[in-house]
């Protein structure tokens, strides 16, 4: 039969597959095709392996034949960010100085997907090091929004955003550190998950600043995202962050059992923080529209304060930097990284390798991470973050007693167009809406709401749960995608 996989689902190819309806080769291949067709004006795929993935595709056909699947999901490709280390798969970053690694083991969420029979499916394109807004940060390449090519994805997971809008891949990994998920999945028009800190294992995961990272789906469908949260979360020894949780799983189960319920019950915070900030009128306008759907569906909405929230994103850019000045010093071509052949002694080794080898937003945050660590500062600027970032904690703790979840917009605006923001201050501004997230470890979801009247973009909305309250923030993210005005989100493409 002839696949569309445009706008397939994950759940959908499940059922195809064990109906018998496609073989994993022939999904598979359809996707291949489809990258084919539409990579070359997204530009999402740094790489993407033909033989790899088709050679994965028919050793699950095999099991599937024999009646030993590994799992529903067997022969499902899933795309990686290229910060998520894969066996036999070059890791570079989206940076130069990383361009020859070929990773030698698989992430802890890789081996995980492989174990349940998915296929990764080649290398997602993102913001150096994952430094950025609008995967123009890039060595490489500059992804498009599939809605607009002359739009930025967002970032820094803007490949892995973009792919699955334009149904190059159902669903994909990316990282949140500061809103890399959640803000180019709100660009783009699909579900992104920013997981509790410690829900998801960071093995593998090419570090920027570990206390913030974390790895979360990209797909089409709530449900989606939560077969593969179900997938990759739990508690993993390689990772001392990990949360000793012996149960992460059962978020697609509470996806389908709030289908057909209603939200009564469920009291809704909206933070006064969030709604006094300038965002555009269509976000204004996508933001009200799901408040209302979520009225009609009986939740209660009540108004909280996170009075810390003016200084999140100053707290953010301390605590990032540094510790990604800290995790980068490694890259020095000695160590790790590509060394610069021109070099002839030591000194230039370090100057010349990370003078060539790291973009400017790289050198940039570098610089300044190195700034606030260095003797003098460290307790002027990293040690005062560190208490307002707990100041920040305790005010989600506080709105939590008061409501189950928090909603919020996203981003201030749709998606911008490319070189529109030059000042990186403005860059950063973007992500105001959902670094506070990151700062307190919480769960979060970003889902599409509505399209922009003028533009025709996407608006997001993020929901926002205490820790590891994934079920509820779940359960509620998906009884709302059913009842929006818009129930699909497809660009032109």
């Not at 209660?300 to 999140?312: D, I, M, Q």
């Amino acid at each position: 039969m002839s696949i569309e996989v445009k706008t397939l689902t994950v759940a959908e190819a499940a059922a195809l597959l064990a109906a018998g309806k496609v073989t994993a080769a022939q999904l598979c291949r359809a996707y291949l095709d489809r990258v084919q067709t539409v990579d070359g004006s997204v530009k999402a795929f740094l790489k993407c392996d033909a033989e790899r993935i088709m050679a994965a595709a028919e050793a699950a056909d095999q099991r599937r034949a024999a009646g030993t699947p590994r799992s529903p999901y067997d022969g499902i490709p899933v795309g990686i960010k290229d910060c998520i280390v894969t066996a036999g798969e070059t890791c570079s970053c989206a940076s130069k100085i990383l361009a020859p690694v070929v990773s030698p083991y698989d992430a802890t969420v890789v081996a995980r997907l492989k174990a349940a029979g998915f296929i990764p499916m080649g290398r997602l394109n993102m913001d150096e090091f994952a430094m950025g807004s609008s995967t123009e940060n890039s060595a490489y390449q500059r992804t498009a929004n599939p809605w607009d090519i002359t739009r930025v994805p967002g970032g820094s997971s803007g490949g892995s955003a973009a792919a699955v809008a334009a149904g190059e891949v159902a669903v994909a990994l990316g990282s949140d550190t500061g809103g890399s998920i959640r803000q180019p999945a709100a660009f783009c028009g699909v579900v992104g998950v920013k997981p509790t800190y410690g829900r998801v294992s960071r093995y593998g995961l090419v570090a920027f600043a570990s206390s913030l990272d974390q790895i979360g789906p990209l797909a089409h469908t709530v449900e989606d995202a939560a077969i593969i949260l179900d997938t990759i979360g739990g508690h993993d020894p390689r990772d001392c962050t990990s949360l000793p949780e012996p149960d992460c799983g059962g978020l697609a189960a509470a996806v389908a059992a709030a289908r057909n319920g209603d939200l009564k019950g469920v009291k809704i915070g909206l933070p006064e923080e969030y709604f006094a900030s300038e965002s555009s009128a269509g976000v204004k306008a996508g933001v009200e529209a799901a408040i209302a759907v979520m009225k009609e569906l009986g939740a209660e909405f009540v108004s909280v304060s996170l009075p810390h929230t003016k200084y999140a994103v100053a707290t953010y850019y301390i605590i990032a930097t540094a510790e990604a000045s800290t995790n980068l010093a490694r890259f020095d071509g000695i160590r790790y990284g590509a060394r610069d052949q021109e070099a002839q002694d030591l000194t230039e080794v370090y100057f010349k390798t990370r003078g060539h080898g790291f973009g400017d937003e790289v050198k940039r945050r570098i610089i300044l991470g190195t700034y606030v660590l260095s003797s003098g500062y460290y307790d002027a600027f990293y040690l005062r973050a560190q208490k307002v970032r707990t100041l920040i904690r305790r005010d989600f703790e506080a709105a939590f007693r008061q409501c189950d979840l928090l909603l919020t917009p996203v981003t201030p605006t749709t998606a911008f167009r490319f070189g529109e923001k030059k000042d990186p201050l403005q860059m950063y501004l973007a992500d105001i809406y959902t670094i506070a997230l990151n700062l307190s470890g919480n769960c979060g979801i970003s889902i599409p709401a509505a399209l922009e009247a003028d533009s025709g973009m996407p608006v997001g909305i993020q929901l926002i749960g205490p820790a590891l309250a994934e079920k509820q923030l779940f359960a509620v993210a998906a009884r709302f995608e059913q009842a929006r005005k818009e129930q699909v989100f497809t660009p032109a493409l």
